[in-house]
């Protein structure tokens, strides 16, 4: 299977609109010869992630929930607090299926 890869520039895009780019590359949701239960996608390189367009306002208000795994371990931190890099590939991360396939192809989601 022939791998290639993209380059995606983040300049002014906004997070949730660029991840669902990315994710469909990495999927292989562009390819032909698509099969949801496949691992087809493309390497994806995202550039210029610091001049993601982001709103400081949802910035300040948004949470981001995660889980420790153990009883009451439900953790939320403002979305302020992460990096570009970070919240891209939360967003990401929760746009590919939940399946054994998402560590594979999150592995080929390269940012800067």
Do not use: F, W
């Amino acid at each position: 299977m022939n791998r290639t890869l993209h380059t995606v520039d983040a300049t002014l895009l906004t997070p949730g609109r660029l991840a669902s780019r990315i994710a469909g590359l990495l999927m292989g949701k562009h390819k032909p010869d698509y099969l949801p239960y496949t691992d087809c996608g493309d390497q994806v390189k995202v550039i210029n992630t610091s001049a993601m367009k982001l709103n400081p306002k949802k910035l300040a208000v948004t949470e981001i929930k995660y889980h420790t795994l153990h009883p009451g371990g439900l953790k939320r931190r403002l979305a302020k607090t992460y990096t570009t890099q970070q919240l891209l590939r939360h967003a990401v991360n929760n746009m590919l299926p939940k399946n054994k396939l998402r560590d594979r192809m999150l592995k080929r989601l390269t940012i800067e």
